[in-house]
């Protein structure tokens, strides 16, 4: 099972962005962002299950959406509104698989 997240980049405050990850091989399971920033612990950010439910950090809803594509290999992120404290490296995790990491900017 591979695991390898996409779309990071910088983005002024307030703006958005949206991270992919595409997992390959057989696994069909609860898909989990999770991001951590410079000096600080994993924090956990959102997931989906295969039925489509999804849950948030308090502080993300509502800007933040998770989503999945039908094959269950893939799952997005869109981030709105961002704030310069969001800047982290973003990772996905599939049960105990995890991608490289997409690297998030926010600053003017």
């Known amino acids: 099972v591979q695991v390898m997240e996409s779309g990071g980049g910088l983005v002024q405050p307030g703006g958005s962005l949206r991270l992919s990850c595409q997992v390959t091989?057989?696994?069909?399971?609860?898909m989990t962002w999770y991001r951590r920033a410079p000096g600080s612990q994993r924090e956990w950010v959102s997931a989906?299950?295969?039925?489509?439910?999804?849950a948030y950090t308090d502080s993300m809803k509502g800007r933040f959406n998770i989503s999945g594509d039908s094959a269950k290999t893939s799952v997005y992120l869109q981030m709105n509104d961002l704030k310069p404290e969001e800047a982290a490296i973003y990772y996905c995790n599939v049960r105990e698989h995890w991608g490289q990491g997409a690297i998030v900017a926010v600053s003017a």
């Open positions: 091989g057989t696994i069909l399971d609860a």
């Open positions: 989906i299950t295969p039925s489509g439910q999804t």
